[in-house]
Structure formats: structure tokens, C-alpha cells
């Protein structure tokens, strides 16, 4: 009994200590200072503290952990040293002295010049303001001290929160400059869940341009399925027609028919593409882009992704490393299917395709970054930590996924008996050559998500905050529609002319969206926006060239299943002898 009785006594004393550990917790609430950068280049961000501003009295605070979605982001968060309580309000207050000699006041006028400005966080709410203005003549410059925090909470939930930069002072070397800061409370009605709302744009997302732009595609849609619909099926009907009539024909009579069109090339329609290892690991990686983007989106849609940093990359990255499986199985199953023996190359090729694609750029970027002391420099952890989800995440995860393709659906089982030796391709038009086509197939896909490809580009490049994922979800789908059709289209006048080099035909026409929208991304950079510098160029449009080209693969798998269940379908129906 005396034993159980010390062991109450203990369990007690240590629930009040952690309920006085909780409340005290609860009390602090921190001012973290993330970046300063200029405005116009959003990427380019340096530490808040890269500039000499200085830190106010206060030391220790609760741990602070950083995600990896973070850490690839460059969101580094240092405590300004602010001593802040919840519900207490503090008057102005000086918490630190600069002392402004030239390097110092050489610093905060270039900062000026540049119309630098610089991000704060306080309970994950984004606050941001500007280091200074200069005189109308530009020969003044003048730096804002104090820091005036209104801060909105409902219950014991902060909802609000805005920033007053008031305190002109003129930069004038070998002076003193003190800093201030204070903070007011106040009621909010605002909920907790709807607190970001503020920081949304509805005129902007939900403008009758966008929903007009989502209605064009969707009748566009609509038009394009119906047209491909009633072309082909009615040229297919007058197709089988003359294939039935032929075979009704003695052999006298059908060698002195004109034969012509897709039939010819049965025996060669299905004969394995050319370097299907590089193929098969493209529509694989494609179907596993396809897969993440489908996911992401709809947990976007649910979770609201937005409101917290670098939540929307961590699920990318987690839901990429979970659907390795689907790139093995299509990429293994369709490399076994044409011949292929040395599968686990293929694997491997198919395993590290884009990882090494998005990592080989970051890096690149990330020596760029080092070079401007910007905060963007991937920590050498993290890429670590990255490299470590390559091996052992996504490279166990696709071994899985190709032996479940190569087992379950690896067998060739075409309609159609492969020819051993290749049918001769005629000559033909110029505008049926596979160059042309693909040239001219991913027009229509790029028309289909132009206008929303602007939007995207603002949220990412400029200060929107994208949350309408309903769009993005409806024009992923009309993408994708409208990529099969185009393809159809053109694989059915390819094989018409009969030319049996549709694989990549095929891939390559879906594919060439990219192509357009890496263009656009030229005129959005210089007509769109203010970006200038190396390190800004170089990040532009080293990531618009692994987001066009992430596009064109999934757009290119997208086009391929497609097709291949068409010509499938098509050899299928008619009779071969």
C-alpha cells in the first residue's frame, strides 16, 4: 500500500508538471523571421538576419522542427528574439540598437534599391513588409523600425494576424538606430479553419475568365470526342466494309485490287518499338506522373494543402515514393510484352528516370544558390534524406511493381501474328510524316489548358496562393481526354498510309504539349513578369524545364495507352488471314 500510494503521489506530480509545462507552452507565441529577398524575384530569398538587423532580448523558445517539404523549399525560420504572450499586449518597445556603420548602411541601401522586402510567421500565419523606401530623388534612404503586430484570436486559437511598418529613419552612417516593436490583441469572428481565406484571391482564381476558359475546354471536349467519335467510326464501318468485301474475292481478283490502308500493316503493327527499354521506362514513368498528380490534387482538394509550408511538396514527394509500383508494373509489363530481356536495366532506368531528372536540375540550382548565400541552398541532409527515399523507398517499390507487370501481364498476346521480316513503308504526303504529326499533336492539348496554365504560373512565380483544385482536377481530365483523341486521330491517318511506327509516333505527338508550354513559359517570363538576375533566370526556367518535361511524359503515356487500346480494338474486328 505504501508503494502504490508514493506511485500516486509521483503519477500526480508529474501530470501537474506537465499541465504547467502545457500552459506555459501555450502562453509563448513566437515571431519567426523567414526570408528577405526582392520583390519581383520570389525565389531569390536570403535568411532575414543576412541583412544586419539585429535580435531582440529574448533567448529560448519551444523546438521547432522542420519538414522536408521545407527544407527543399528553402523555408528556414530563425527566432527574432520578440518576447510575445498570448493575450498580452505589450506598448512600443525598443529591443535591440543597430549600429549603422557604411557596411552596414551600404547593405540596407541596396536592400532599398531593390525593393527588398521580408516574410514573418507567427502560428504558421505569413506576415510580410518592406525593409525601406527611398526619397523621390533617390538619394535618401530611409529604413522602417518598428513593428507595429495587431493580432486577431478566437478562444485560445489565433486567426488573425497584420503588420504596420511604421518608424522612418534616414540611413545616415556611424548612428544608432533603434528597433521597436509592439502588439494589441483583439476579438476575431473570424473561425480557425478560415483563417487563411484573407490570403486568397477570389477575384482573381474565380474571375468569369477562368470559368469561361473551363467552359471553352469543356465543349471543346465535348466537340473533339464527338467529331473523332463519328469520323472514325463511320470511316472504320466503310473500312471493315471493304476488308469483307476483299476477302470475299478470289486471289486473282485481290491481287488485282487496289489494296491500301491499315490493314496492310497487321503484320507489323505490333512489333516491338524501337529502343523499348527507353519506351517502356517512359510510359511507366508517365503513368506513375499521372498517378501522383491525380492523387495530390484530390488530397488538395480535401485537406486544404495551402495552409501549411511545404505540406503540398511532402505529399508530392511521399505519394511519388508510394506509387513506384505503378511505374514498375506498366513499364515492366510493357517491356516484357515486346521481347525485352534485360529487365532489371529497364527497372532501373525506369526507377530513376525522374528522380534524376528533378535532382540533377536541383542541384545545378543548388550551386547557383550556394554562390548568392541564398536561402534556397538545399542543406546537404536534406539531399541525403532525398537520396535515401530513391533507394530505399522508391527503387525497392518498383522491383515490386515490375515483377507483378512482368508476371501478370507480360505475356504478348496481340491479335495480330508479327511478321519476321518488316514490311517496306511507302512513301506518302508530307504532312503524314511522323515529324509532322508530332509537331502538330500537341496543339490542341496545349489549347485545352492554356488559360489555366497562366494561373498556375501566377500562384507559383508571383504572390497568388493557388487553392482552386477543382479546376486544376477538371482540366487534368480534359487534358487527358483531349490527348487520347488527338493521338487516336493520328495514329489512325499513320497507319492509314501504312506506316506501322506508331509507338512512338504516338508518344511522341502527346508528348510535344510540352513542347508549347515551355514556349509560353518564355513569353510569361519576359511580357508577364519583373524577374531579373541570374540566380532568379536559372531557377525559372531550370524548374519550368522539369515541370514541361514531367508534362510531356505524362502526357505521352496518357497517349500511348490510349492508342494502343484503339489499334488494339481496330486489328481486333476485322479478319486476318
Known sequence: MHFVAVDSCLYVMCALTADIRLSLWMEEVVL??????P??????????FSLPFCVGTKKTISHYHETLGEALQGVE???????????????????CEIELDKAKRDAFVYAIKNHYWYQM????????GIVGEADENGEDHYLWTYKKLEIGFNGNRI????LTSEGKVKLVPNTRIAMSYSVKWKKSDVKFEDRFDKYLDPSFFQHRIHWFSIFNSFMMVIFLVGLVSMILMRTLRKDYARYSKEEEMDDMDRDLGDEYGWKQVHGDVFRPSSHPMIFSSLIGSGCQIFSVSFIVIIVAMIEDLYTERGSMLSTAIFVYAATSPVNGYFGGSLYAKQ???????QMFIGAFLIPAMVCGTAFFINFIAMYYHASRAIPFGTMVAVCCICLFVILPLNLVGT??????????????????VPRPIPEKKWFMEPAVIVCLGGILPFGSIFIEMYFIFTSFWAYKIYYVYGFMMLVLVILCIVTVCVTIVCTYFLLNAEDYRWQWTSFLSAASTAVYVYMYSFYYYFFKTKMYGLFQTSFYFGYMAVFSSSLGIMCGAVGYVGTSAFVRKIYTNVKID
Open 32 to 37: 519567426w523571421m523567414n526570408t528577405v529577398g
Open 39 to 48: 520583390y519581383h524575384n520570389r525565389q531569390e530569398t536570403y535568411k532575414y
Open 77 to 95: 525560420l530563425e527566432f527574432s528574439g520578440l518576447d510575445i504572450k498570448f493575450k498580452d499586449e505589450v506598448m512600443q518597445t525598443t529591443y
Open 121 to 128: 510567421y507567427i502560428d504558421d500565419l505569413p506576415i510580410w
Open 159 to 162: 486567426v488573425d494576424v497584420n
Open 339 to 345: 521481347g525485352g530481356r534485360r529487365w532489371i536495366k
Open 403 to 420: 515483377i507483378l507487370g512482368r508476371n501478370l501481364s507480360g505475356q504478348p498476346n496481340f491479335p495480330c501474328r508479327v511478321n519476321a
